[in-house]
T-cell receptor
């Protein structure tokens, strides 16, 4: 069964420092990986996705993610964190073949400290 | 282009009642998915509709049902409400069911069951 894991419930980082939010996925077929962000009392917003090709994917608001097949990871990164980046981040996976549902991780709360 | 809209935004119901939530996808999007979000369980997939047909279903009891209309608008219904149904219900639309497509989320309907 497809699954993603976000091992950290919360990540704290100082403003201006680089940030990483971790995500690992189960190995089953060809995964398509996504990152979404959720601000308080809002729905989720799409940040970026990995389909195929270049392992480094660039997305919205300066975020990027690195697909690592050998480590089955898809970590979200940003070179310099902003206070406004504080939010809940979700990793998601969907596999090819038939009608596969999207599976979301449990979410990681990012707190950027001024 | 208008985003995904959900109505109502907030709802308070009592146990045993039923409720219907509505979702209007982004114009041109034909796939609509529903999720239940709670602090303890995270994002749980309910079902996905495409071309008025349910393509995928999550592990929820039969009290949860949905449908999609020819204009891609979707409704979900919960009958015989229980206290545990209190949650944020999110609707997401995408161009289709292919894993290539990211999802666009509405702001959600906050359901409180008393």
């Amino acid at each position: 069964a497809q699954s993603v894991a976000q091992p950290e419930d919360q990540v704290n980082v100082a403003e201006g420092n680089p940030l990483t939010v971790k995500c690992t996925y189960s190995v089953s077929g060809n995964p398509y990986l996504f990152w979404y962000v959720q601000y308080p009392n809002r729905g989720l917003q799409f940040l970026l996705k990995y389909i195929t090709g270049d392992n480094l994917v660039k997305g919205s608001y300066g975020f990027e993610a690195e697909f690592n097949k050998s480590q089955t990871s898809f970590h979200l990164k940003k070179p310099s964190a902003l206070v406004s980046d504080s939010a809940l981040y979700f990793c998601a996976v969907r596999y090819s073949g038939g009608y596969q549902k999207v599976t979301f991780g449990t979410g990681t709360k990012l707190q950027v400290i001024p | 282009k208008a985003g995904v809209t959900q109505t109502p935004r907030y709802l308070i119901k009592t146990r045993g009642q039923q409720v219907t939530l509505s979702c209007s996808p982004i114009s041109g999007h034909r796939s609509v998915s529903w999720y239940q979000q709670t602090p303890g369980q995270g994002l749980q997939f309910l079902f996905e509709y495409f071309s008025e047909t349910q393509r995928n279903k999550g592990n929820f009891p039969g009290r949860f049902s949905g449908r999609q209309f020819s204009n891609s608008r979707s409704e979900m219904n919960v009958s015989t409400l229980e206290l545990g149904d209190s949650a944020l219900y999110l609707c997401a639309s995408s161009l289709g069911t292919s894993p290539l497509y990211e999802q666009y989320f509405g702001p959600g309907t906050r359901l409180t069951v008393t």
